[in-house]
T-cell receptor, first 111, second 113 residues
């Protein structure tokens, strides 16, 4: 059972459209992170959300942490081809179990 | 300011062999974590090293071991390679053992034949 479920798994849209991807769990996380990974590279940290209900904006990207700290969403406004990549959410499991990642959303923005 | 570096970039090994992967953390970082990323999947946490000791470990067998050196660089060793060990191995560095600010290297692509 995946601790962090991401949806959709794949998304292909046209440049200029808006989109939202989701990261859900049945467990409470002290924080959640969003990364973007391009082929042949390591993930790059986009944002960390810590407080339930928190909203953070990074240019055209808006990140939200659920009130119960069990889910998060990433909304992209006016998507551009440069937004193409694998979007991963991750959170600490607590104890000594490290960081857990979801399987990611593969996003393709077509010009 | 050098980021996280990993070597080699690609590696091909045969089943049963042993492999060593290397990681140099970002300048100023003292903690290194290793992840395995199978094709089409998210990274899976292998273990974390801080002050030259393994501090946290994911659900990986003892065939996976590591080491951290006094200069904070780290090695990941995998013994008795299996076909299923084929993956991208990622190293991430941070300051301290928390996971709030991790920087990832480009990874080592390991293929086991």
């Amino acid at each position: 059972t995946q601790l962090l479920e991401q949806s959709p798994q794949f998304l292909s849209i046209q440049e200029g459209e808006n989109l939202t991807v989701y990261c859900n769990s049945s467990s409470v996380f002290s924080s959640l992170q969003w990364y973007r990974q391009e082929p042949g590279e390591g993930p790059v940290l986009l944002v960390t959300v810590v407080t339930g209900g928190e909203v953070k904006k990074l240019k055209r990207l808006t990140f939200q942490f659920g009130d119960a700290r069990k889910d998060s969403s990433l909304h992209i406004t006016a998507a551009q081809p440069g937004d193409t990549g694998l979007y991963l959410c991750a959170g600490p499991r607590g104890g000594a179990d490290g960081l857990t990642f979801g399987k990611g959303t593969h996003l393709i923005i077509q010009p | 300011d050098a980021g996280v570096t990993q070597s080699p970039t690609h590696l091909i090994k045969t089943r049963g062999q042993q492999v060593t992967l290397r990681c140099s953390p970002k300048s100023g970082h003292d903690t290194v974590s290793w992840y395995q990323q199978a094709l089409g999947q998210g990274p899976q946490f292998i273990f974390q090293y801080y002050e030259e000791e393994e501090r946290q470990r994911g659900n990986f067998p003892d065939r996976f071991s590591g080491h951290q050196f006094p200069n904070y660089s780290s090695e990941l060793n995998v013994n008795a390679l299996l076909l299923g060990d084929s993956a991208l191995y990622l190293c991430a560095s941070s300051l301290g053992t928390g996971f709030l600010e991790q920087y990832f290297g480009p990874g080592t692509r390991l293929t086991v034949t």
